[in-house]
DNA sequence: TTACTTTTGCAACTAAGTTGCAGTAAGAAA
DNA sequence: TTTCTTACTGCAACTTAGTTGCAAAAGTAA
């Protein structure tokens, strides 16, 4: 981990990303480059890119994957955890900047989170 | 909705959700009743169960749907949204009692909010 | 260029959950 | 109790997200 090759498919992928200030679902990429790159690969870059810290991933409220950029985050650590929002309506995601308090818990250790909001969005509501 | 009739595989699946305070998978249930029910019966009397108030269900860390029962909720209303927690290794999970204050985000509708707290478990850790 | 290793494409697979339909059983009405 | 209606169930086939194994291609360092 952590030498990640630059090839044509890491180049794709990051420039989304980087074009892409909301979450992106794999199902979305798989379907955008269906032409360019084959299914598998943009699976395992995903998977490359979030080893590297260079985004993150979670679950939307259907139980697909997906993705956005990370801020501040290395391979050793995914620091840049944060809320995200789902609109109920159009289905879109985005990354929320506000810090939840994450409460301790009796007999548990707390490693991460997945807060998922979900409601209506601007376009929608 | 609300017309629930007490079949064998409602009442089964009820003396499950009673016998068992942590949430359950699908996935579980599928495998528990396998002897029992068709796993389509499973998939449908438990939309049934959630449309009527009786449980809920949220996804897990790795996209799988889970239940567990509720608490002061009808079918005209969820009003039992509280954080879950899901072992890393064992990959348990249940429901935690403590509440969790959800921001408002400018420009966006809250409608509900999907909070699952990850780590060790007690047995696990 | 050579040699080595990572990355890619393909095809086939897995697993969760869904759908359509015909048959069965709850339970209200007679 | 019997009848009738409608909800419910089982089956088989399907859909879809994501994974795996392997051979071929492309990065990268020397």
Redesign the interface.
């Known amino acids: 981990m952590g030498v990640i090759r630059k090839t044509k498919s890491v180049e794709t992928l990051l420039a989304i990303f980087e074009q892409n200030k909301d979450a992106v679902s794999a199902v979305q990429l798989v379907d955008l480059l269906k032409d360019q790159m084959n299914k598998t690969t943009i699976y395992r870059v995903l998977e490359r890119l979030e080893s590297d810290g260079l985004v993150h991933s979670f679950?939307g409220?259907?139980?697909?994957?997906w993705y956005a950029t990370c801020h501040g985050c290395s391979s050793a650590q995914h620091i840049d955890i944060h809320?995200h929002?789902q609109?109920?309506h159009c289905g879109k995601v985005d990354c929320?900047s506000?810090d939840?308090?994450?409460?301790s818990?009796p007999?548990?250790?707390?490693?991460?989170?997945?807060?998922?909001?979900?409601?209506?969005?601007?376009s929608c509501?």
């Not at 409220?61 to 994957?65: H, T, V």
């Not at 939840?100 to 409460?103: A, L």
Request: proline share 6%; glycine share 6%; hydrophobic share 40%.
């Open positions: 679950m409220k259907d139980g697909l994957k809320p929002f609109c109920q929320l506000v939840m308090k994450i409460p818990i007999n548990r250790k707390i490693n991460f989170s997945q807060i998922l909001l979900i409601g209506e969005c601007e509501s």
